[in-house]
């Protein structure tokens, strides 16, 4: 088998690809042919050597991947060869809330995901929906998990009839428009181009807002409310104070993070006038992904890939997704 290993810091170019025996499984552990893996930002983040999470040493990096089980431990019950799989990002964080006990994460602090071949325990295994291939099923993990976590992790839950305000047209974006609308909701969507705009309407956006052409965003947010704002943002782009003027009085934020170094300060007193509820959220746990999967299945949810290059070429897909150029969801795979 062979697998991709680099140190976190030493960027693309530290990615380097070995042969290993094929592993064996132990009690409870499952051995899976990883078929497709999906890059995400936080894979990014891992080889420039500013994730937030630990990274061990000479890890095999990417988090998101799905592949079919080629042999099980001794105890095994919850697996079965031949089942096509995915694995969750945190293999610990089975239900609940999050919590330090589940820092330890694939592609981070464990092994994951950019290899032919993957030991993972059954705990931290997922049916893949049958209507979705392995390309697809990858991209389910991180992006789709935190979308989900996103809408329904609070409590409350993104409701028919309301609206949902998404940021941007990256994975967590796009993956939050696809089950905002399968949940019933009306979707603002906001973009940075008129190309964008129009996939983004394709997707089912029921209004898209350039911000390019509208900085003051929030406001058309409310002129398209009839001056009440979103019931719920996605902010994956840290711009909390524009998310919060954005929406209606005691709304949801949903702070999924930001792709630059920094982000705006937060007026104290915009926050505390919105009555708003903002959470800072990372994935979701094992059983919120099985809650997803029986929607996408339900409505028949296929996600959104730009492209699939094969696993020899893995460097050149990081650099591609590190272009930015991407609309949807970057492959590696290995049946390509």
């Known amino acids: 088998m062979r697998s991709y290993h680099v140190d976190s810091g030493a960027g693309i170019g530290g990615l380097a690809i070995r042969e290993h025996a094929d592993p064996v499984p132990g009690p409870g552990q499952v051995l899976v042919a990883i078929h497709a893996a999906a890059l995400s930002y936080r894979d990014l983040m891992v080889l420039r050597g500013d994730y937030v999470l630990p990274v061990k040493p000479d890890v095999v990096p990417v988090a998101d991947g799905a592949g079919q089980v080629v042999a099980v431990g001794r105890g ?34 464990l092994d994951g995901m950019l290899t032919e071949l993957a030991l993972i325990d059954e705990t931290a295994l997922v049916p893949v929906p049958e209507h979705l291939s392995f390309e697809e099923a990858a991209t389910l993990p991180c992006a789709a998990v935190t979308a989900w976590n996103a809408l329904t992790g609070d409590g409350n839950g993104l409701r028919p009839g309301q609206t949902l305000l998404t940021l941007g047209s990256g994975g967590v974006s796009l993956f939050a428009l696809q089950l905002g609308k399968a949940l019933g909701a009306r979707v603002i969507a906001t973009t940075s181009s008129p190309a964008k705009a129009q996939r983004l309407a394709e997707l089912g956006a029921d209004e898209v807002i350039d911000y390019k052409t509208t900085p003051d965003w929030p406001s058309r947010v409310r002129e398209l409310t009839d001056g009440q704002g979103a019931d719920r943002v996605v902010d994956v782009a840290g711009r909390i104070e524009e998310s919060l003027k954005a929406m209606k009085v005691a709304g949801h934020v949903a702070c999924v993070g930001f792709v630059s170094q920094t982000a705006p300060p937060i007026d104290p007193w915009v926050l505390f006038g919105s009555g708003a509820t903002v959470r800072a959220l990372a994935v979701g746990s094992r059983a919120q ?15 959104v890939i730009d492209r699939a290059f094969p696993f020899s070429k893995a460097p050149e ?19 390509v």
């Open 317 to 335: 897909a990081f650099r591609y997704y590190a272009s930015g150029a991407a609309f949807g969801k970057v492959i590696i795979s290995n049946r």
């Open 76 to 109: 095994v019950t919850a697996a079965r060869v031949g089942e096509r799989v995915a694995g969750t990002v945190f293999p610990s964080w089975q239900d609940g809330p999050f919590g330090t006990q589940h820092l330890a994460q694939l592609g981070g602090s």
């Open 289 to 303: 992904f099985l809650a997803m999967n029986r929607l996408v299945e339900q409505k028949r949810i296929r996600p």
